[in-house]
Nanobody
Framework: QVHLVESGGGLVQAGGTLRLSCAAS????????MGWYRQSPGKQRELVAA???????DYGDSVKGRFTISRDNGKNTVYLQMNSLKPEDTAVYLC?????????WGQGTQVTVSS
């Protein structure tokens, strides 16, 4: 059974930092492209950052220069370092694992940035 378990969310003031983790089990982690998405009420789910199985990273325009995605294949974990947080970053952050036609989602972790 596949599990993607996010952690590290919370309440932080604007300008602060958080580090999200997503621990995967039940998949061959190293072959999956991994991503972080976010969703807030009334808005579409949007890509925050993604890292391919080969280690190539990509970012949504709104987080470029502030967020960094990384993966540790030895720990089956993907991370999202979030710096200079803004109130508009408030959302549920969801971990995604994708390999060809197979996609898995975590349950999400809430990030709230106060002004």
């Amino acid at each position: 059974q596949v599990h993607l378990v996010e952690s590290g969310g919370g309440l932080v003031q604007a300008g602060g930092t958080l580090r999200l983790s997503c621990a995967a089990s039940g998949i061959v982690f190293s072959i999956f492209n991994m991503g972080w998405y976010r969703q807030s009420p009334g808005k579409q789910r949007e890509l925050v950052a993604a890292v391919t199985a080969g280690g190539k990273a990509d970012y949504g325009d709104s987080v470029k220069g502030r967020f960094t995605i990384s993966r540790d294949n030895g720990k089956n974990t993907v991370y999202l370092q979030m710096n200079s947080l803004k109130p508009e970053d408030t959302a549920v952050y969801l971990c995604n694992a994708d390999f060809r036609a197979t996609t898995y989602w975590g349950q999400g972790t809430q990030v709230t940035v106060s002004s």
